[in-house]
T-cell receptor, first 110, second 115 residues
């Protein structure tokens, strides 16, 4: 399978805490992207990290990529109730093909 | 910039009936995707177009699903006949594929219920 797989499947934290979710994949990729999906909505792109990059930041988001371990992590710092959503990693191979994992469901309690 | 438009938002049909979904991508986006998302799962790629040509339809159940993208802009996805297991959200996405702009932009999706 070319899909990434997220871990954990579900995560529940208090507001203000950090949330870390991981993504593992099996074959070489061009880039890896993280998306957020609020209940009943479409997916929103969060951040893209290329295969030759190791770390990227965007606001409260920090993404790392370890191509030797074929894994990535998404860290959300100082979480808010509004961060409650499902988070998906999408691995991109040739010809712009995106393959999504099954997601991590994050619940941030106020 | 207008986003990806999909219609209808919701559809309920009986099994063995047919249904069609429509997608209008972001203007200028050459790549268009259709994904199927079953409740509790991640999106599964059904078909990918580059302009009006098919790049990948390896996971499209071609005995019942068909898709087209006329003139390289709008796209329709059809299911005929529908089965109970086709109940899902069908997401359309588009991307520009310019350097540094690899992200896909998603529509709100069409929630299909087959009864």
């Amino acid at each position: 399978s070319q899909q990434g797989e997220e871990d954990p499947q579900a995560l529940s934290i208090q507001e203000g805490e950090n949330a870390t979710m991981n993504c593992s994949y099996k074959t070489s990729i061009n880039n890896l992207q993280w998306y957020r999906q609020n209940s009943g909505r479409g997916l929103v792109h969060l951040i893209l990290i290329r295969s030759n990059e190791r770390e990227k930041h965007s606001g409260r988001l920090r993404v790392t990529l370890d191509t030797s371990k074929k894994s990535s992590s998404l860290l959300i710092t100082a979480s808010r109730a509004a961060d409650t959503a499902s988070y998906f990693c999408a691995t991109e191979y040739n010809f712009n093909k995106f393959y999504f994992g099954s997601g991590t469901k994050l619940n941030v309690k106020p | 910039e207008a986003g990806v438009a999909q219609s209808p938002r919701y559809k309920i049909i009986e099994k063995r009936q047919s249904v069609a979904f429509w997608c209008n991508p972001i203007s200028g986006h050459a790549t268009l995707y259709w994904y199927q998302q079953i409740l509790g799962q991640g999106p599964k790629l059904l078909i990918q177009f580059q302009n009006n040509g098919v790049v990948d339809d390896s996971q499209l159940p071609k005995d019942r699903f068909s898709a087209e993208r006329l003139k390289g802009v709008d796209s329709t996805l059809k299911i005929q006949p529908a089965k109970l297991e086709d109940s899902a959200v069908y997401l359309c996405a588009s991307s520009q594929r310019a350097p540094g702009q690899a992200e896909a932009f998603f529509g709100q999706g069409t929630r299909l219920t087959v009864v």
